[in-house]
């Protein structure tokens, strides 16, 4: 017997492919019904809607960052800095790993509006961690930055919407753009934190 639970996860990543395939906004009820094989009675049982789904969608993708993110703050053996590379490092990982995640974001900040939801959540979530991280950084003496959580949801916003940039396939694709890229990121994080140009994040 499937476990309700394993049937809405189910129906997310049914839901997930379709948006990657279809395009959010094509992608109606029906498709996901016919996909599935569920009744309308069946999927309103789990969601009230589509956007809903997105919700839940981008929830789950955000959770599994926070998984990584959580024990890297919270390390009272690292310093600032090292906690930073860390939890960047992981990112990477996790993204480079799973290149339908890749395809997922890329679709989701195509649109205004799962832009807007993907953006909410990331500044909901991420915002006080990160922060927490910069602050922790300007005690130490390591960072050179005046408003801590206010510098770091500028910096998630840079970061999280690669996807919108019309070079995000050849970022991701082109091993040279890829390169120029990390470079250019990494510089824009030392000189927003005031750190020694010479010091290497990504």
């Known amino acids: 017997m499937v476990k309700r639970s394993d049937k809405k996860n189910e129906l997310i990543r049914i839901s997930e492919r379709l948006f990657i395939e279809k395009g959010y906004e094509e992608t109606s009820v029906d498709d996901i019904l016919n996909a599935s094989g569920l009744s309308k009675g069946g ?20 959770e599994k960052l926070l998984e990584l993110l959580e024990p890297v703050v919270e390390d009272k053996d690292l310093n600032a800095l090292e906690k930073l590379k860390l939890f960047l ?90 390169a120029n890229y990390t470079i250019s990121i990494n510089d824009m994080f030392v000189k927003a934190l005031g750190l020694d140009s010479d010091e290497i994040i990504f």
């Open 89 to 178: 490092k992981k990112k990477s990982e996790l993204q480079n790993s799973n290149r339908e995640y890749a395809k997922y974001l890329s679709m989701l900040l195509k649109s205004d509006f799962t832009l807007y939801k993907y953006y909410v959540t990331v500044a909901h979530k991420f915002v006080s961690p990160l922060g927490r991280i910069i602050e922790q950084g300007v005690n130490e003496g390591i960072f050179s930055v005046k408003f801590p959580y206010e510098t770091a949801d500028i910096l998630l916003r840079t970061v999280v919407s690669l996807p919108q940039s019309i070079f995000y396939n050849d970022y991701i694709n082109d091993e040279i753009k890829h």
């Open 43 to 62: 999927f309103y049982h789990y969601f009230k809607s589509k956007d809903e789904v997105l919700t839940e969608s981008i929830n789950n993708i955000i």
